[in-house]
């Protein structure tokens, strides 16, 4: 099957619709644009218009190509004959359904099916149609034009060369597909839910200021921290997905919602469209203190164990000893001990030292990473300096198992691995997904080669133990 030259009916006229349409027109298909509002279509290629006249005025496109792509694009008040159907209509099964049947009834049986559902089963979209194998999710992300990811979505029933064949045209559309199978949340729903629900996590046990996940976070290579944004998306609809993926995989406890973002929605807290969230607008979230704590001194320097951040310590302390059979890794300052997390508290590992020195533990780094999470053992503060000679805005927090990059960044890496486990997409489908539609500095498997995957093991089975329920079971595909 090839969908190079394929007329394409896209049916929506609303933002996601739209973007459809120009990116279609723009490849070189003649676009057919329907909506059931009266008026939408016309008025959505008005917008486009300025939209391409706007691209024109910055360089990024010529007035021909601009003029050509608008003249491909043709609105119509009903449903017309098409070689490709892209739905973007609202997110609602009974309603998707009824649009098939009308379709069914008006298309050739060659003619291909796309639905761009962020959220519903596509094998249950093709219950009760004729030839189910024709229908595939084309899943686009917002704004169209400038994401790069398409999920491509195979139901129970799509035929393989459909989905294919659909792969293929969003390659040709400049997008980069991937292929996934039709499971709750497909594959950037679900594997981005820890982002979210570990800073929600870090709240209910008051563990941290939204302040300071957010900023530690940006600080490993996050355009936006989780509580910022879910402010942006809105609680209200952040929460509906959680809802939504919980219920979807039979109330797994690893998708459970939290009770904060619930009394957000109570409250009508939404974020930015309510002027209120876990900030204030327009203001935003205020900044952190710049820390200052003073040079530490010691006699004697030691630098543990093996990778990154080892290599980190020596180069910032060349007169070290070094320890490289060390199982833990950090450094030691006389008797006090500053350690990366591995899952467990400074005070648990204090306690099982013989003569329970200071122990300082702190988050993972990751890029170039300033503001940097610590937890200590008791009420001290210079062997916290350290983190500062190393280069760190050192950030104190409640002593929690795995602090907040590395407990995010291993839950991310988990949920990755159990979508590999369970079929849903390959490791680099899982990659590029989750840079390419959420813009993550990096994909869950690029993260895990970086990071020994024992110790991800090892922090995730601490985690388990310390909160004593299914949300931090190790994916059998990582163990």
């Known amino acids: 099957m090839n969908l190079q030259d394929a007329r394409i009916l896209v049916v ?6 739209a973007g459809i349409a120009q990116v279609a027109a723009q490849a ?49 008040d009903t449903l017309v004959a098409a070689d490709l159907v892209i739905e973007a209509i609202v997110e609602n099964l009974d309603v998707k359904r009824a649009l098939f049947a009308e379709l069914e009834a008006l298309l050739p049986d060659a003619a291909v099916i796309a639905t761009n559902t962020s959220s519903i089963s596509v094998t ?77 996590m870090l709240l209910q046990d008051r563990a941290a200021r939204p302040e300071l996940i957010d900023a530690c976070l940006r600080a490993a290579g996050f355009r936006m921290g989780p509580c910022e944004l879910m402010d942006l998306i809105g609680h209200d609809t952040n929460f509906a997905v959680t809802n939504s993926v919980f219920a979807a995989n039979f109330y797994d406890r690893r998708f459970t919602p939290s009770l904060v973002q619930q009394e957000l929605v109570d409250a009508g807290y939404l974020g930015r469209k309510s002027g209120r969230g876990f900030y204030r607008y327009p203001e935003g979230a205020p ?54 997390t591995d899952g467990r508290t400074a005070r648990a590992i204090a306690a099982e030292r013989e003569f329970r020195a200071p122990v300082v533990v702190f988050d993972l780094p990751l890029g170039e990473a300033k503001d940097l999470a610590y937890a200590k053992s008791g009420n001290f503060s210079d062997p916290v300096g ?33 979508a590999v486990q369970q079929g849903v997409c390959d490791e680099a489908g899982a990659d590029a997904a989750m840079k390419l539609g959420v813009n993550y500095p990096a994909g869950p498997f690029e993260w895990l080669a970086r990071w020994e995957r024992g110790a991800v093991v090892a922090l995730l089975d601490r985690l388990d133990s310390h909160y004593r329920g299914e949300r931090y079971r190790v994916s059998p595909y990582l163990k």
């Open 12 to 17: 929506g006229a609303g933002l996601m619709g």
């Open 287 to 340: 900044a952190l203190p710049t820390p200052s704590y003073p040079r530490p001194e010691a006699k004697r320097l030691v630098v543990h164990g093996r990778g990154p951040v080892a290599e980190r310590f020596r180069a910032a302390l060349p007169e070290a000893e070094c320890d490289d059979a060390s199982d833990w890794v950090g450094m030691e300052a006389d008797l006090a001990q500053i350690r990366l």
């Open 386 to 418: 350290w983190l500062s000679v190393l280069g760190f805005a050192p950030r104190e927090m409640v002593d929690v198992p795995g602090l907040v990059v590395a407990r995010t960044i291993a839950m991310l890496i988990n949920e990755a691995a159990d």
């Open 124 to 200: 249950a979209l093709a219950r009760g149609m004729k030839r189910p194998g024709r229908l595939v999710g084309m899943h686009f992300f917002n704004p169209v034009p400038l994401m790069k990811l398409v999920e491509v979505v195979s139901g129970l029933g799509t035929d393989p060369v459909v989905a294919q064949a659909v792969f293929e045209l969003a390659g040709r559309w400049g997008k980069t597909p991937v292929h996934t199978r039709s499971t709750p949340g497909f594959i950037v729903n679900r594997i981005a839910r820890p982002y979210y629900a570990e800073a929600l």
């Open 28 to 76: 070189g298909h003649a676009v057919t644009l329907y909506d059931n509002r009266a008026g939408s279509a016309e008025a959505a290629k008005a917008k486009l218009a300025a939209t391409l006249d706007g691209l024109v005025a910055k360089g990024r496109l010529t007035p021909d190509a601009a003029s050509a792509a608008l003249a491909r694009i043709t609105p119509v």
